[in-house]
């Protein structure tokens, strides 16, 4: 990065840092920067000879409202767990007593 390519209100990092930085321009030799969260305090002060530690912050596009991909729900059944009830032997006898043929 050079002198001739920042921009003031322009956003930046130091490379392979997450920490956001707002160029607010130069005071005598030094070029001043303060964080994105904490405006109006100067929180760097780099020389012409120090810009090539910064990058140019690419923008972050959040998307909101999307709901995450939710995985297959999947039951598991056991057969022998679904079966109905054995009925008592009394109840067979009644039931084939009452039949009808």
């Not at 912050?57 to 999307?66: P, R, S, Y």
């Amino acid at each position: 990065m050079q002198a001739r390519e920042l921009r003031i209100n322009g956003k930046y990092n130091f490379r392979d840092q997450s920490e956001r930085l707002v160029y607010i321009g130069k005071a005598g030799n030094w070029h001043q920067f303060e964080k994105l969260r904490e405006p109006g305090i100067v929180w760097s002060a780099l020389l012409d000879s120090d810009l090539q530690l910064l990058e140019e912050t690419k923008q972050v596009v959040l998307i909101v409202g999307i709901a995450p991909i939710q995985e297959p729900h999947y039951e598991y059944h056991d057969s022998r767990f679904n079966q109905k009830p054995e009925k008592s032997s009394f109840t067979r006898k009644i039931n084939r007593s009452t039949k009808r043929w």
